[in-house]
């Protein structure tokens, strides 16, 4: 098992996620290598004064002091300075740290996307309500505060479709669905008297789906999509 391919990739990739690090105290618990720094590093812990500090706070002083920050009872010299060092290095490469500076990168990147998305839409909603002879500021009204969220699902080649049970056509409970196909492989259908018909992904382009509330709110003028997957 050791020299298991699966257990190797595991071992390269797994990481550790602490949240902002307010509830982790950076002597006393194992979140980093899954070691206590109190018990490997007994000689430092002995002399640190805020020995049930967090992870949050130590963080937050590296960020503004430009290093990792200890206060010790006193300065001393010899073999705690290599003690430092040897904790400093293995901070580096501390899993839980990597995956927080990595998690706030995508979420910055997932929160101005998620404010462009809610701006295009708000824009294909007052569009539709001139097409209606609504004025737009109405059917900002009733969209503008509501709830968004945002999908990123995966679909694999299928090795054995044959096996596989497919979802029934449905429809989003939402106003809109704003999707992004990032390649062109086809796999979304729509339903159309009766029949399943493929949507042919288009490079730089979004589908727009028209959901059960939007239906609902223009008395049937807009008819929801209803659609299904196909197996790749």
Known sequence: MSDSPLLQFYINNWQLKVGDGSRVRFWLDKWCHATCFKEE??????????????????????ETAGDWVFNF???????????????????GAAPALVANQVDKAVRDSIE?????????????????????????????????EGMQS???????????????IRLTPH???????????????KGLQIKKDGMSIPIKPLPNAFIVNIGDILETVTNGIYELNSYDKSLN
């Open 41 to 62: 590093y007994s000689g430092l812990f002995s002399l640190i004064l805020d020995n049930e500090v967090s992870l949050r706070t130590m963080y937050e002083r590296k």
């Open 73 to 91: 009872r006193r300065k001393f010299y010899g073999w705690k300075d290599c003690e430092v060092t040897r904790l400093k290095n293995l901070l």
């Open 112 to 144: 101005a996307y998620s404010a462009e998305l809610k701006s295009l839409a708000m824009k294909l909603l007052e569009s539709m309500a001139k097409a209606l002879n609504m004025k737009g500021e109405e059917m900002r009204e009733l969209f503008e």
């Open 150 to 164: 945002m999908r990123m699902n995966y679909y694999p080649p299928c090795p054995q479709p044959e096996l596989v």
């Open 171 to 185: 429809s989003d409970p939402v106003g809109l669905t704003i999707l992004l196909q990032i390649n062109e492989m």
